[in-house]
């Protein structure tokens, strides 16, 4: 490692980001621009806790949609109907 580099990463100073705008890909309902806040517990450095959220009425508020739309009950029953249809056409 170089004096110049060692010189340069001891003054470097780590900043925590806040908040921001985090720009991610979803599989299914494409880019998403969300905000987020990052928030630290009195009295425990260790644990962070970070809430996205969608701009209301932006192109990723309505992207969010669709997934929030997704009923978690029809996701779990799938599988048991698979194996009840498959069941049936083994009598």
């Known amino acids: 490692?170089?004096?110049?580099?060692r010189s340069l990463w001891a003054t470097y100073r780590i900043q925590d980001k806040g908040h921001g705008t985090k720009r991610l890909r979803h599989p299914v309902v494409g880019p998403l621009g969300l905000q987020y806040e990052t928030l630290r517990p009195a009295g425990d450095a260790d644990q962070v806790l970070v809430a996205?959220?969608?701009?209301?009425?932006?192109?990723s508020a309505e992207s969010l949609r669709l997934p929030a739309s997704w009923d978690a009950t029809e996701l779990?029953?799938?599988?048991?109907?698979r194996a009840g249809r498959?069941?049936?056409?083994n009598r």
């Open 1 to 5: 490692m170089s004096e110049d580099f």
């Open 52 to 59: 996205y959220h969608a701009e209301p009425g932006s192109p």
């Open 76 to 81: 779990r029953a799938e599988p048991a109907d």
């Open 86 to 89: 498959v069941a049936e056409q």
